[in-house]
């Protein structure tokens, strides 16, 4: 298990945390735990106010490639793939890549980018359709901490089931008090509200060897 940050190249722009301190904001965060067109096209207090596809995975899926030495006969699990963005970066990075992406939002399936719609279904990142090892790497970016307590141990359980060596999650968490009051003030869909150490905690308690890093609203 190794701290690792393999996405300081994706564009991180400073949150408006503003927009969404409100007295709906409950409200808001059933809208966008709904994960249909309201979260990732609708307003942007609800989800992200318009998700599409701009490039901006490339960078990043080049540092995974060059970090886990990937080629064009590897294999890749996006877990949260949403319109699959990142996969369609893997295949044009790396033609012949098997890859697969599942998501809970039948939304963003169905508007999944062309090159890898027939690769990607909806599906609950708790119980993973794909035989044990069938994947060099498998990706969890900002998604098991939307499950409970014991769906989260459950999905991680999953991802290591499913990958043959590799694997990598990123999860919304906090390092001290302010930035645990920007992560509560601007979270919508997570259920898993976490502090760097208590993430670790239960990294070990389900056996979890892959990397892993954090989404920091600072």
């Known amino acids: 298990m190794k701290e690792v940050f393999l996405l300081d190249l994706y564009p991180n722009k400073k949150k408006p945390i503003q927009d969404r301190i409100a007295p709906d904001i409950e409200d808001r965060r059933k809208i966008a735990r709904r ?12 989800g992200y106010g318009g998700y599409y596809y701009d ?6 899926v080049k540092r995974f490639i060059d970090y886990y030495g990937l080629t064009s006969q590897s294999s890749v699990l996006d877990i949260g ?6 996969l369609r970066d893997f295949v044009e990075a790396l033609p012949g890549m098997r890859v697969a992406g599942i998501d809970i ?3 963003g399936i169905e508007n999944a980018e062309e090159i890898v719609k027939p ?7 708790v119980v993973l359709p794909y035989p044990d090892k069938s994947f060099d790497l498998v990706i969890s970016i900002n998604v098991v901490h939307n499950l409970d307590r014991e769906g ?18 990123q999860v919304d968490s906090f390092r001290n008090a302010k930035e645990e009051q920007n992560l509560k003030n601007w979270y919508l869909t997570a259920k898993l509200i976490l502090g760097t150490e208590e993430w670790k905690e239960i990294f070990k308690e389900v056996g979890y060897d892959g990397e892993y890093y954090w989404t920091i609203i600072e």
Do not use: L, T
Not at 153 to 167: C, G, L, P, Q
């Open 119 to 125: 690769y990607v279904q909806v599906g609950n990142a």
């Open 35 to 46: 994960f249909d067109k309201e979260f990732f096209d609708g307003d942007r207090g609800n």
């Open 55 to 60: 490039g901006r995975w490339k960078p990043v």
């Open 152 to 169: 989260c141990k459950k999905a991680i359980r999953e991802m290591m089931r499913v990958s043959k060596r590799f694997k990598y999650i």
């Open 105 to 107: 939002s039948q939304y």
């Open 81 to 86: 793939c949403a319109k699959g963005f990142m």
